[in-house]
Structure formats: C-alpha cells, structure tokens
C-alpha cells in the first residue's frame, strides 16, 4: 500500500510540474491575441505578494508554479478569455453603435444548517474567466459603442478585519486588480451605483448576464432592463469557448483523469468479499484527495450485484457479496476540472463466466465507440445512436436477444436496457457545457465521455436467467485530437485479465 502512494504521488506530481512549465513559454503558446510584447506589458501580469483569499504561487509553492494565477493557467489566458467572450458577443449583434456590459457573478456560500457552510464551489463560468475562487463576487465588462477595447471590472468583499478573523483571509479590492489582472476592482457594495452609472452612460447598451444567475444579482439588473436596456444571455458564447481546452486546460484534465483513475485502481485492489461499498467510497475519496483532487467530482455510485442496475445508485451501504459484481463510477475534481470513470470487476477477484461475457460485450462495444470518434468525429447523439446498434447486434449474438427482431425494434431493446446516454462533454462541470448540443459533430480539443452500459434487472424474464441482477458500466474520458482519440484514463484498468489481476491484491 505505502509503495503504491509513494508511485501515485510520484507521478501525479511529475504531471503538475509538467504543466506549470516557464510562464513566459506557457503565454507564447497559448496566446491568441497580439498583445505588446515589451516589459511594460509584461509585468502588467504578475502575481502580487501577501496573503489573498486564495491560494497563490507564493503561499502555496506546492500547489501553484511560480507566475501563475491557478495550477497551469496563467494571468494572460484568463486576460484573453474575457478578450474572446467580448469579441463574441459583440459579434452577435452585428450593431456598432451599441454598447455592452457584461455581468457574470460567482457562486454564493450555501448553508446546510443555520451558520454551517457546504465546501463552497465557484461558479464554472465566473472561475473560468477570472480563476477567482472568492464567494458573492461580481465580473462586469463594459465595451463601449463603436470601439474594440473593454474595460473589466471585479467587484469583490474588500478586507474586514472581523469577517476575516471568522471566514479566513480576503483578497479585497487593492489586490484583486493585481491578482486578477483586471482594470478595475471595487468592493461589491459598489455594484449597483456603479452599474446604474455606467448603464446610464452607455444608451443604447445590451446588458448581458446568465439567466440563472441568482436572484439578488437579477434584482440588481432589473432596474437597467426596465429602463431600456437590451438583454442577453452569454452563457451560450462561453460553453462554446469552454468546450475547447486550451493546452493548460488539456493538461489538467490529464492531471485529473490520472487521479481519478488511480483511485479507482485502489477501490479494486482492497475489494474483497464482506467489505462495504461505503468502505469503497472511503478509499475512493482517500484516494484522490491523497494524490491532488480537492475532493470527490460528484457523489460516486458503488454499487453491488442488483444494486448496480439502478444508474444512480448512491447510497452506498450495503455489504459485497463473493458471487457479485461492483459498478463503481466516480471521478476527482482538481482546480475545477474534473474525471468522470466508470469500472465494474468481481468481488471475489474471479469473473463467472457469464459476468465475464457480459462484462466483455460492454468493452468491446465501448472501445469500438472510442474508434468511430477517431475515425468519423459523429456528432454524440450520433454516437448515442451507434452505441444501441451495437449493443443490439452483440446482444443477439450472445442469445441475450431474439435474432428474429432487427432495426428500430433492435435498437429499442438495446435502449431499454441501456437507458442513459452514452456520452455527454466534460471539464469544469462534470455534464460540462450543457448549451453545447449533443447533435454537434465534435471538434479537436474537446473532452468526452464514453461509457457504454448494461443493466439487467432481476425480475427481466426477457434476458435469460443467467445474466439477470447484472449492471456493468465502462466509462472513459477521451480527448478529441487531430488524430486518434487520447484516452485520459488508460491508467483505470479494464481489461479483463488485468481486473482480476489487481482485484483484492491491497489491504488498507
């Protein structure tokens, strides 16, 4: 076990080194717009000293390389996604005499009981266009009409000894400008004056901000809109920008695909008959906490034997069974990007020869799927739509299914014993970029999903006895490259000789 951490933090920690790289090299490969390249401009982007409300590359050396704002990304991209976002709306309307005021708030603290906080979790949108990790903050970005440049703005809750000495460390208003590299930053108690001001002083204007944004920050808006402004909404814009890693990003979610698969590989290495799923759930959080995640992605589902063909089993607390399989499906979340696995093995280390055809079927499946996104780049209801073809077609092959049935009725059978999609986007968000839609042919340099499933109920007379109280899921994250398909998570294993070679072989 000591051995297996030690390699697990080894590598993890080789990957992160790997990302951080040199900053000035890191800003000439991803800049995508010509800023002045001198000094001056330069040092425009540097991280300030002191203690922020956040980590920096100066109070945690461990966690962030040296210049940059979060782990791999810099002040510059932050800089230039805001730069984008601008570009694009601004496109959108094709009128230059109107102005823009973009608002994006972040995520507010949410309470599970009077004075008791959940772990906060900033908002995808907001974190991905300034790296903030600060609760009830506000980005404001105004273009004025007939001209290319825009102003940024951050307001943030400015220091306060007293809240401080409760909630910890701000980075208030002097720093944030610097930290964030932004033009202006105020504390949030300004935001309504200011944002009636600059509305005022901008007709006509299209003020945009998520529709979803929270109830006070659309109280504060409403005034604007009833006074004349255009709305809009710019969330499509940036699920369309997110979609797209950028190299830093690309290098993330290999950090946390990377934990999550290794976890993942622990939670089958101490699986053994009597154990608990709860147990599993344990070693899993253990697991990717211990190798760099701040903590678990989603709930994870640990399911054994019948348990398993409920999709969103998470109650995680019944014991395993040696004639059993376990479905696990879990995933890490590191700086905001997250892993999304799916792994199903034996309890006792030792497939039944019907689990292993099933168990087999599911992979073959999947791994052709991996390939018909290589090969043909499908749109995912496209590959949806594959994944029911073949699942079908190895169904009747293994007399699972009738071979007398063929097309939509096939396609219906296979659906109905697997029911969920078998891809969706990922990134910052797990179900990553939802306005992006699932008939889109995917392009380079997303991340996605492929996870194929099977799910037998015990009480289906239509599927012979053998194969009845079985649900096996085989998910992995893939990158859509240039050329072939990188799977993110090739380090999970899943073939099936190599599951019941780590099975059981570990003890906590």
């Not at 903050?137 to 273009?143: G, R, T």
């Not at 005034?223 to 709305?231: E, L, R, T």
């Not at 089958?268 to 990717?288: I, Q, R």
């Not at 280390?349 to 991996?370: A, C, D, M, P, S």
Request: charge should be neutral.
């Amino acid at each position: 076990m000591h051995n297996f951490r030690k390699t697990l933090f080894n590598t993890v920690s080789k990957s992160r080194r790997k990302v951080c790289g040199k900053p000035e090299q890191i800003i000439r490969r991803m800049s995508v717009i010509d800023y002045p390249s001198d000094e001056k401009m330069l040092s425009k982007f540097q991280i300030p000293k002191g203690i922020m409300g956040q980590p920096t590359c100066h109070t945690h050396p461990h966690l962030i390389e040296p210049d940059f704002l979060t782990c791999g990304i810099t002040q510059m991209e932050y800089r230039e996604r805001r730069e984008t976002l601008v570009q694009k709306l601004a496109a959108e309307v094709h009128n230059e005499h109107q102005s823009h005021i973009i608002v994006i708030p972040a995520a507010s603290k949410q309470y599970m009981s009077d004075k008791i906080p959940y772990v906060f979790r900033q908002n995808s949108d907001f974190f991905y266009l300034t790296g903030c990790l600060e609760a009830s903050a506000i980005l404001v970005m105004v273009k004025p009409a007939q001209t290319s440049h825009f102003k940024s703005i951050l307001f943030v809750h400015d220091k306060d000894e007293h809240a401080e000495l409760w909630e910890g460390p701000r980075t208030g208003c002097h720093a944030a400008a610097r930290l964030f590299a932004v033009d202006e930053a105020r504390p949030i108690g300004n935001f309504p004056s200011y944002l009636s001001q600059v509305a005022s002083s901008t007709r006509p204007s299209i003020l945009w901000s998520p529709r979803d944004a929270n109830r006070e920050v659309n109280d504060l808006l409403a005034p604007v809109w009833q006074a004349g402004a255009a709305s809009g909404d710019p969330q499509k814009a940036l699920h369309v920008m997110r979609s797209i890693k950028s190299p830093a990003e690309k290098e993330l979610m290999k950090e946390t695909c990377y934990i999550g698969s290794q976890a993942i590989n622990m939670a089958m290495a101490v699986t053994k008959p009597g154990v608990s799923e709860h147990y599993l759930t344990a070693v899993l959080d253990y697991s990717a906490r211990a190798s760099g995640a701040e903590h678990p992605a989603f709930p994870p589902v640990v399911a054994g034997g019948a348990r398993a063909t409920h999709i969103h089993y998470v109650t995680n607390n019944q014991l395993l069974n040696a004639d059993e399989m376990v479905l696990v499906d879990s995933g890490s979340q590191r700086w905001l990007y997250n892993s999304d696995i799916s792994r199903t093995w034996p309890v006792s280390g030792k497939f039944t020869k019907h689990q292993r055809i099933l168990y087999e079927l599911i992979l073959n499946v999947q791994k052709r799927l991996i390939q018909i996104l290589g090969e043909h780049r499908p749109a995912l209801d496209q590959l949806f739509d594959s994944m029911c073809r073949l699942l079908g077609k190895h169904l009747q092959q293994e007399g699972i299914l009738p071979r007398n049935i063929d097309g939509n009725d096939l396609v219906g059978k296979a659906y109905r014993l697997c029911p969920h999609h078998v891809s969706h986007y990922l990134g910052i968000d797990v179900h990553d970029t939802p306005l992006v839609r699932r008939h889109m042919p995917v392009k380079t340099d997303m991340v996605v999903t492929v996870e194929p499933g099977i799910y037998i109920r015990p009480d289906d007379t239509s599927v012979p006895p053998e194969f009845r109280g079985i649900g096996i899921r085989i998910e992995d994250d893939v990158l859509i490259t240039d050329g072939e398909p990188l799977v993110l998570t090739a380090s999970c294993v899943k073939e099936p000789d190599d599951v019941e070679a780590v099975v059981g072989k570990h003890s906590l």
